[in-house]
């Protein structure tokens, strides 16, 4: 049985930083993409990165690039979300998601993913 358990969410003041850990389990998941994707109250589930578990290749939505790092530790089986110098507009629930995906054109969208974590709740003050 597969399980993504995130954690490290919590309050933080804007312009401070947060580090998510996604916890994978019940599969290897050396073919797989891991993705964090965030939902804000009252609007769409955005894409936010991903890694592909295999190369460590990363990919970025504009919105976060040059604030957010994806990383993931293989030998833990956790993929990582280094946030700095966060936005109010970064308050959402994040969650993460792991899935095989044949083409990184496909790695924003959240349909193409077959596993997903809980999600944890990020909330930045102004």
């Known amino acids: 049985q597969v399980q993504l358990v995130e954690s490290g969410g919590g309050l933080v003041q804007a312009g401070g930083s947060l580090r998510l850990s996604c916890a994978a389990s019940?599969?290897?998941?050396?073919?797989?993409?891991m993705a964090w994707f965030r939902q804000a109250p009252g609007k769409e589930r955005e894409f936010v990165n991903a890694?592909?578990?295999?190369?460590?290749?990363?990919y970025y939505a504009d919105s976060v690039k040059g604030r957010f790092t994806i990383s993931r530790d293989t030998a833990k089986n956790t993929v990582y979300l280094q946030m700095n110098t966060l936005k109010p507009e970064d308050t959402a629930v994040y969650s993460c998601?792991?899935?095989?995906?044949?083409?990184?054109?496909?790695?924003?969208?959240?349909?193409?993913?077959?596993?997903w974590g809980q999600g944890t709740q990020v909330t930045v003050s102004s």
């Open positions: 019940g599969r290897t998941f050396s073919s797989y993409v």
């Open positions: 998601a792991a899935g095989t995906i044949s083409y990184s054109m496909w790695y924003d969208r959240g349909s193409y993913y077959r596993y």
């Open positions: 890694i592909t578990w295999g190369g460590g290749t990363t």
